[in-house]
């Protein structure tokens, strides 16, 4: 595992992987990532549907990937905290043998995953303690555990609106991108830009946590250029591949599923 650059656990202030551990229901929370959480929820409900749902929905795409679609490589970035169903459980349990990689800079992510992201015995799971940010980095150290020259599916799930920058995202999806091989799969999801949504990214930013921005559904849809998505295409994550009929209205959380030609 790579030895990490450690940081001060400040709890103080809030932080998105515990504020979004705290609207899944988990525990691995403080009283700031709580007040800040539960002001959102009271402001923007659908927030508590849109972490579920993204849960939802890069567990359906990641049995997908490892099953029907044959990955055995995975590049989680901003992983957040562990939670049931997590990348490696859901990619080996359909096929033993997958390898994961877990981004993250987060000092309590990097604890959790020292004790709770185990392997099983015929696959791999490492955690890269860096800024998603630094692509360079984390491709240099997750091919200590990737074959970047095989497919590899990269995740990017509700991740990409702490990048307020449309250009800087849409390049850092690209320097991920360009560095993998044909047949790997982007798997990204974010929030489209609402009257509430703006709202709730105004209220999260003015609460202490780093900003998470909304965008246009076109710029969202625009990080799949160059990409051939898998059916239903670009929506909302509820929309695609339901393990059930959805109910009520779909989630203000777009995504896709895209494999690189």
């Known amino acids: 595992m790579t030895p990490p650059v450690e940081q001060e656990l400040n709890n103080g202030v809030p932080h998105s992987a515990r504020i979004w551990n705290y609207w899944l229901g988990g525990k691995d929370n403080y009283e700031a990532d709580r007040e800040l959480g539960q002001r959102m929820a009271e402001m923007f409900p659908q927030i508590v549907d849109i972490a579920r749902a993204s849960r939802q929905f890069q567990t359906r795409a990641v049995r997908h990937l490892a099953g029907e679609a044959g990955i055995r490589q995975f590049l989680d970035l901003g992983t957040g905290l562990p939670t049931a169903e997590a990348t490696h459980e859901v990619a080996q349990a359909a096929a033993p043998a997958s390898r994961i990689v877990y981004v993250d800079h987060d000092p309590i992510v990097l604890a959790h995953a020292r004790a709770l992201l185990t392997s099983g015995p015929e696959g791999a799971t490492d955690y890269v303690h860096a800024d998603l940010t630094d692509a360079s980095t ?27 920058d449309d250009a800087q995202a849409a390049a850092l999806v690209r320097a991920y991108l360009d560095a993998l091989p044909s047949g790997s799969h982007l798997v990204l999801c974010d929030t489209i830009e609402t009257p509430l949504t703006k709202a709730g990214s105004d209220e999260y930013a003015d609460g202490g946590a780093v900003p998470y921005i909304s965008r246009p559904q076109e710029i969202v849809a625009s990080f799949a250029n160059g990409l051939e998505l898998l059916p239903p295409g670009f929506g909302s994550i509820t929309l695609w591949r339901p393990d059930t009929p959805p109910t009520g209205d779909p989630v203000e959380q777009w995504g896709f599923v895209g494999v690189k030609p």
């Open 138 to 164: 984390v491709l240099r150290e997750a091919a200590r555990t990737l074959d970047l020259t095989q497919p590899v599916a990269v995740l990017l799930m509700s991740t990409l609106g702490h990048v307020a």
